[in-house]
């Protein structure tokens, strides 16, 4: 299946998560099923970004928004650890800094883009500024109303300097969360994630879906076009989310550098020296 | 085997290069008995890594430093992979950029120092300022001369900030590295790494090793020690190096924070909402 197709917020549609299943989990398939294949995708991965960092002439950002418990850090923790962790680098977004907050919204986020050759992964992103901003009125109306439109222009100067953007919403239904959250009691390791804010933001579901979905019909482009990820089963999130990179990376058609020296040249020095060195070790022996 | 008490350089004690043996690989191991060591070394460090990233109250530097071909690349890909990469991140210093070079030597590298819950690696790091700056006479002798109290000053004060620092040098022999340059050469996918100086910097060997020498009995202090690794045998590299930060990081005796709510109350409540919700889901269908 192509997940990409499947997933894609056409650019210029209108979005509706109503109509979305978050327990949608392909056709079936099952999670041992998967298993071997998200495998083979990370592996792909994995060789794709080698080329992009020696090619040295693209770079690749990856934008992950999802609700509390959607599934961010577990994206990170399955699919990008399959990247070589020399360029790849995953920068969570929190509450902006006093230096942060003086400057435009983007100015953040602009820092810690990927240059050439290299993978930056954004868990929680400038997207937030039409999300919480929005729902929690941190900034009027009339603010975070104009930021679509700059964060496309953003957006747009990035991809203007080959970078690749890809944009995952893990979208899990309300249930789900609440599950999770349940579970996570159940887990001392975590207790200390946990925080009173985490249940009363659910409240607000509502309006979040409402700020979700219209970040991904103002900015889902063809550029750096959002895709909704069903992410109730997490092995599911994990096919989906792995094939979509891969994918992208593949039509990069990403190439290996030519070499900058004659390598038979080179070969032929190397060879004499290291047979030299070789009889020098015997004749000591 | 404690291989920090091991590799460590003593403070204020004299480092002579040639008297330690870069085929040094331990005691009666064998690449093939060390695998499972290194698996389980890896595991701990990763746990590890959740707690300092949890506890959010200490920050970890590695440094690494060796001569081309001495295995940098290899340690991130195969001991820094163990991390998970939100809280990991690699820093590769290369020639300092017209805005780097107008600050001083310590400034960019100072930028990308982790925060608390971090770890950050410098593959190459300020050392370089004291290495190749000396080697190719990039500065006077006073200058970098000066750098190693202002190195160790600067290492002081990322340390009273509750930055613990782990310095590897990466030991390789002159053979060793030839043997390698040799190796590439039989890999199409590495002929792009391949350029004319990494021939032409051998003849500074005897110029690097010395500096190397000053660098480790100048700057290997109580708070940041410096340790030689034996790096002609990958495998023992690997071991040493997850060894030393798995015992560094366990040192530390991180903590989970205690929760900042009543997790009782709160399970209470979503026991009850959790319940709630599965009913109504069972009227409905």
């Not at 902006?96 to 883009?113: C, G, K, Q």
Request: aromatic share 10%; with cysteine.
């Amino acid at each position: 299946m192509d997940y990409r197709e499947k997933l894609i917020v056409a650019p210029g549609s209108k979005v509706r998560l109503a109509d979305i299943d978050p327990d949608y989990h392909g056709e079936g398939l099952s999670k041992q099923s998967a298993k071997g294949e998200i495998d083979s995708l990370l592996d792909e991965i994995a060789a794709l970004q080698f080329l992009l960092y020696a090619e040295g002439n693209h770079a690749l950002l990856i934008v992950l928004q999802g609700i509390d418990a959607a599934g961010k850090d577990g994206v990170c923790r399955h699919v990008i650890k399959a990247m070589n962790p020399q360029g790849c680098s995953v920068v969570g977004f929190k509450q902006p800094s006093t230096l942060e907050h003086s400057h435009d919204f983007l100015w953040r986020v602009h820092l810690r883009a990927p240059g050439m050759g290299q993978v930056a992964v954004f868990n929680r992103s400038h997207y937030e500024d039409v999300l919480v901003a929005r729902v929690h009125g941190l900034v009027d109306d009339s603010v975070w109303q104009r930021r679509y439109g700059l964060i496309n222009d953003f957006e747009t100067l990035l991809t203007e300097n080959n970078t690749t953007i890809i944009k995952f919403f893990l979208y899990i239904s309300k249930d789900e969360q609440l599950e999770r959250f349940a579970r996570r009691l159940e887990d001392k390791s975590r207790h200390w994630k946990i925080s009173e804010s985490d249940y009363t933001e659910r409240r607000r579901w509502d309006e979040y879906i409402a700020a979700y979905e219209a970040m991904l019909q103002n900015c889902s482009t063809a550029h750096a076009p959002w895709y909704v990820i069903p992410a109730n089963r997490k092995w599911f999130r994990n096919l989906a989310v792995s094939h979509i990179i891969k994918a992208t990376l593949k039509d990069l058609n990403l190439q290996l550098p030519k070499p900058t020296v004659d390598i038979d040249d080179i070969r032929n020095r190397y060879h004499a020296a290291v047979a030299r060195q070789r009889r020098e070790r015997n004749a000591d022996s």
